[in-house]
């Protein structure tokens, strides 16, 4: 087990390196670099151009040196000292704008895989099990929508509904009382009350996708000979199907979290935009539009190395699951 | 072997025959004892009819393929079908609520007109549909002119007001004012190609590196696996924009489009390539495999004469099913505004007007569009859905 | 053994698949004994319904399948018998009778073990399914019967999952988990069927010591008449769903009644048979269930088949002795015809 978790993770280096490289090329893509659009910047606004400043912050970022040199110092600047540039937009450190906001975005995206699961679990396993039923049909049918209606159509339609029906006004993490207070009991209260609707808006489709899955899976494990030899063993009906199939039919479950969680992820950028949540996804959507790059590269940057760990930590629990994984037979 | 010969029906003649193996497969076929048995019909049908004879009995999926027809010749024909063009819009009519079509059998079709009235204090305009206006519509009426296909000018419009200038909403009116029926039936055009252009780029892709890192196996295929795994890791959202944002500002519509389209595809080859490598490695130790190999079959022959034919009806299987997730992408990315931009139409781009609560409020028809994506999505889904079902009509 | 009743008597059992193509009659009208401590073999080519046989008595028959006629007498002990076609496939008492009573060893043995679980934890599974015993215990027992089946080192050999093994210790683990409770009767469908040659051998073998240590009943199910000739007490020829030939061992192999049995006999590749001559093939294949042939199933591939009979009316069950029957018109007379009529190979 300590060698496989061992090797997956070296596996996770080139990976990690090449992350890296396409968030770099992202923030070096638009024309110009940073110094260029500050200054341009600066100067619309009427402001005068401090050129000791100007030549700080070039000795800073590497500007003018090869692109290779500029790498190299932003990924060391990023590994050794947590320094991730900065936000011309904003005009702070770009670590401390996503420190404000990474954490929601976690909480989110954690509880929205952990309710993908409990919802498709029973409902895939039943979908499987009570094949052709009329429950069947009604799960399917709802995971064809699933899957076919986009996030952020979801939102705006439960956005819509809750306003016209209900008069009330959806959106945010927090109530306007909340938003500025310290963090108490009753304000957690207050985002668990408003961390519902992104997490439906989110976890439709991955819900949908997920039963899908789970039904396949289990419907063709069910017909495997080891199921039958066990019922010929005089295994009760019951057992046979929880305790068989459903171990294997499990492993994609768990290794959907590789596919799952970037596309919470992504879909976090959308939701949250609409919705207007105070995660990341707003945040590089705003640094995009505004180029402010190093921001945007930085989000991405992180964002993409904790799915990668999240993958990671599915593997790990697959290979603890499935000994075929963990003693490397497949 | 009947797979030396073979071609799209090669599989047909040694598979255990289309009937019911009713031993529940557990008697093996030993040393060729049994063969190709049952009525002929199913034996002697080529590869391509089994699966559309098994395609034509799921029925969600002869309506999607009706659905995804009919979407396609909305698109082809977008210009007879839309009573207005891309650029007409009159601002009087901002937000102008849909009108009902009255049938008279006497004078026609028609719909009534609008009176408008300004709120004094935010100057807002609010519509009430007028019953005593009539505005007259005709079928096959002379409107804007433009050219079928870009080649034959012509001036009428399936639907539309007798009388140009008299307005017409039957979806209601935008932001600006445009129509926003025809603007849908405009959109149909990009978002229905895009769908199909960056599948065709995928497509390449991924069927020539999964193909060689499924058919090559060892070291090949473990570069190309980490690439795929590499490109799976990542939230494509994210890496979208920051590519759609690093699109120089200039750009064209048509430069846009294509873009976009490429930037599509750089993130969806990874499933096709990964179905294509699956099967090749399957195949590769099949025995007509070997067969075709011993018999003196060059690479390229065995490679495309007797692997890719076993599947690919599969491959179209996932093909299909990769066109709605890209319709999906381009609408999200242009619903963002880093995607397609006005002045191309494309069904995301329309719903930038629906970004927020207040107008959706006061002009909910502006999800229509959503819609549209919603219904093509599924079509798609389940036409993809029964060709992966028919994709193996030896199976059951 | 104490009563002449036989262990397991099935009585014009018939077995039909309802599929939207119509219905295939699998199994249609099988009779047949195993006495008890007797080896009886039912063979004949594929698809012949040998294996849906075998689990119509278990009730392990697949959906769309049904058994729609026939008793399936089942008496392990002094009692009256138990007709198994009544009993629910799902209750209780089926589920005892499974791996208790009555247990089955498949063909593909790597496929009939579950790849998440270590075999010990199947094997104790079932232990503890039919016998009263503790955890501990039930693990000695285990231990024990890997060891009666030629497993080295069984007590590590507990804690390993069937993908670690090759398909001959598999299958010796089947075998294992099936005699874990003392069954009656082990229904062995096409045990060695997937292995190599040698392990075959070596399987059959086990089984043969098993059944002269234990004293159980067995029912093998092959298409390989070299493993008939290893292993059976009494011999059952099927085609086509229907029994063609019972007979005991002997009878079976030097007094072929049946054209079918016959020409199957003919098949077999001999060693100094004469070599550059061709192997005997029945012509022909077996047809699909679903359209069987009028008349005698056997008819169109049979050499001795009579234009007008053969072809129109179902042939007559002609029984010779108390095991010893056969469905040919050829017989109808009662005399003993056999011998004159063979098939072309063997004639060569």
């Known amino acids: ?330 | 072997m009947a797979h030396t010969t073979a071609g799209t029906d090669a599989a047909t003649a040694t598979d255990s025959g289309p009937a019911t193996d009713t031993d529940a497969g557990t008697d093996s076929v030993t040393g060729g004892e049994t063969a190709a048995r049952g009525d002929d019909r199913w034996s002697s049908a080529s590869q391509r009819r089994l699966v559309w004879w098994k395609f034509r009995q799921h029925k969600l999926a002869m309506a999607g393929l009706v659905v995804t027809g009919l979407v396609y010749l909305i698109a082809l024909f977008a210009d007879v079908i839309a009573p207005f063009g891309t650029s007409t819009f009159d601002a009087e009519y901002t937000y102008a609520p849909p009108q009902r079509i009255h049938v008279d059998w006497g004078e026609g079709l028609y719909v009534h007109g609008y009176t408008s009235t300004v709120d004094e204090e935010t100057l807002q305009l609010s519509f009430e549909i007028d019953e005593t206006q009539r505005i007259e519509l005709g079928l096959f009426v002379k409107g804007e002119e433009y050219e079928l296909f870009g080649l034959i000018p012509w001036d009428r419009h399936l639907i539309g007001p007798v009388d140009p200038d008299e307005p017409m909403y039957l979806m209601g009116g935008t932001r600006t004012g445009h129509d926003l029926f025809s603007r849908i039936v405009h959109g149909t055009r990009v978002s229905m190609t895009i769908g199909l252009v960056g599948v065709a780029m995928a497509f390449v892709l991924g069927v020539v590196l999964g193909g060689v890192s499924g058919y090559f196996g060892g070291r090949t295929d473990m570069a190309i696996q980490r690439l795929v795994e590499f490109f799976m890791s990542l939230p494509s959202i994210p890496l979208w924009l920051g590519l759609a944002a690093a699109l120089p500002p200039g750009w064209g519509p048509m430069q846009r489009y294509f873009a976009i389209t490429t930037i599509l595809a750089v993130i969806a080859w990874t499933d096709l390539a990964r179905v294509v490598r699956g099967r090749f490695l399957s195949l590769r130790n099949e025995e007509f495999v070997t067969a075709a190999l011993l018999d003196g079959c060059s690479r390229p022959r065995v490679i495309f004469r007797h692997m890719l034919p076993s599947f690919s009806s599969h491959l179209i299987a996932s093909v299909t099913l990769s066109i709605p997730a890209m319709i999906l992408a381009e609408t999200s990315l242009s619903f963002l505004g880093l995607g397609l931009q006005a002045p191309a139409v494309s069904w995301g781009v329309l719903l930038q007007d629906a970004q927020n609560v207040r107008v959706l409020s006061t002009a909910p028809w502006l999800m229509l569009p959503g819609l549209c994506v919603i219904i093509t999505v599924l079509a798609l889904n389940f036409v993809g859905d029964g060709l992966r079902d028919a994709a193996d009509p030896y199976k059951r | 053994m104490s009563h002449d009743e036989p262990l397991l008597a099935i009585d014009g059992l018939k077995t039909h698949f309802f599929t939207r193509e119509g219905t295939v009659r699998a199994v249609d009208g099988v009779s047949l004994t195993v006495p008890r401590g007797k080896t009886v073999c039912v063979v004949g080519e594929s698809g012949c319904g040998k294996s849906v046989t075998a689990r119509s008595v278990l009730g392990l028959v697949d959906e769309p399948g049904r058994i729609i006629d026939g008793r399936i007498a089942w008496q392990p002990g002094a009692g009256e018998p138990v007709d198994l076609t009544t009993l629910d496939p799902k209750g209780e008492r089926m589920r005892r009778i499974r791996g208790g009573e009555i247990s089955m060893v498949f063909q593909e043995p790597m496929a009939s073990l579950s790849p998440m679980y270590t075999i010990g934890d199947q094997l104790i599974e079932t232990i503890r399914l039919h016998l009263p015993l503790g955890k501990e215990e039930a693990r000695d027992r285990a231990v024990e019967q890997l060891r009666r089946v030629g497993i080295p080192r069984p007590e590590e050999r507990l804690d390993a999952y069937s993908f670690q093994l090759s398909g001959g210790m598999c299958q010796r683990v089947m075998i294992a988990i099936a005699l874990a409770a003392d069954p009656a009767l082990l229904i062995a469908d096409e045990p060695t069927t997937a292995l190599d040659v040698t392990t075959q051998a070596r399987i059959i073998d086990l089984l043969r010591d098993l059944q002269a240590e234990t004293g159980m009943s067995v029912l093998f199910i092959t298409h390989d008449l070299g493993v008939v000739a290893e292993i059976a007490d009494e011999v059952v020829v099927m085609y086509l769903g229907t029994v063609v030939e019972r007979g005991g061992v002997d009878e079976i192999f030097h007094d072929p009644k049946h054209p079918y049995t016959n020409a199957l006999l003919g098949s077999i590749p001999r060693m100094g048979a004469g070599a550059g001559r061709r192997l005997a093939t029945i012509r022909g294949n077996v047809p699909h269930p679903s359209d069987r042939p009028a008349g005698c199933p056997f008819h169109p591939r049979c050499d001795a088949a009579i234009g007008g009979v053969c072809d129109v009316s179902d042939p007559p069950h002609i029984v010779f002795g108390e095991a010893r029957s056969v469905r040919c018109v050829l017989h109808d007379d009662g005399a003993a015809v056999g011998g004159d009529f063979r098939v072309d190979g063997e004639r060569a």
């Open chain 1, 1 to 330: 087990m300590l060698t496989f978790i061992a090797r997956r993770c070296l596996f996770m280096v080139p990976t990690l390196v090449a992350i890296s490289l396409v968030a770099f090329a992202i923030i070096q893509l638009p024309p110009g670099d940073y110094l260029t659009t500050m200054v341009s910047r600066l100067e619309s606004e009427g402001q005068s151009v401090d050129q000791a400043m100007l030549d700080g912050l070039r000795e800073r970022y590497g500007l003018g040196q090869p692109l290779h040199e500029q790498y190299l110092k932003w990924i060391s600047g990023i590994l050794l000292h947590g320094d991730f540039g900065q936000s011309f937009e904003y005009g702070t450190s770009v670590a401390g704008l996503i420190g404000d906001r990474l954490p929601l975005s976690i909480l989110l995206t954690v509880t929205t895989l952990l309710a993908t699961w409990i919802m498709a679990f029973p409902v895939g396993l039943y979908s499987a099990v009570r094949q052709y039923s009329a429950g069947d049909y009604i799960a399917t049918t709802l995971g064809f929508l699933g899957l076919a209606i986009p996030n952020f159509m979801i939102a705006l339609g439960l956005m819509y509904v809750m306003h016209t029906v209900f008069g009330y006004s959806v959106g945010g993490l927090f109530s306007p009382e909340f938003r500025d207070a310290a963090w108490s009991l009753a304000k957690v209260g207050d985002l668990m009350a408003h961390l519902w609707i992104p997490m439906v808006v989110l976890g439709t489709a991955g819900t949908a996708g997920l039963i899908r899955i789970l039904r396949a899976n289990l419907l063709d494990e069910v017909r495997k000979p080891y199921v039958m030899a066990a019922r010929a063993r005089g295994v009760p009906e019951r057992r046979l199907v929880l305790k068989y199939p459903l171990r294997v039919a499990m492993n994609p479950f768990v290794s959907t979290v590789g596919w799952v969680l970037p596309a919470l992820i992504s879909g976090e950028v959308i939701v949250a935009s609409v919705l207007n949540l105070p995660t990341t996804g707003p945040l590089l959507l705003g640094a995009l539009q505004s180029q402010d790059m190093y921001l945007a590269g930085s989000i991405i940057l992180v964002v993409s190395v904790l799915t990668v760990i999240g993958t990671l930590l599915s593997d790990i629990l697959l290979a603890w699951l499935d000994p075929r994984v963990r003693l490397g037979y497949r």
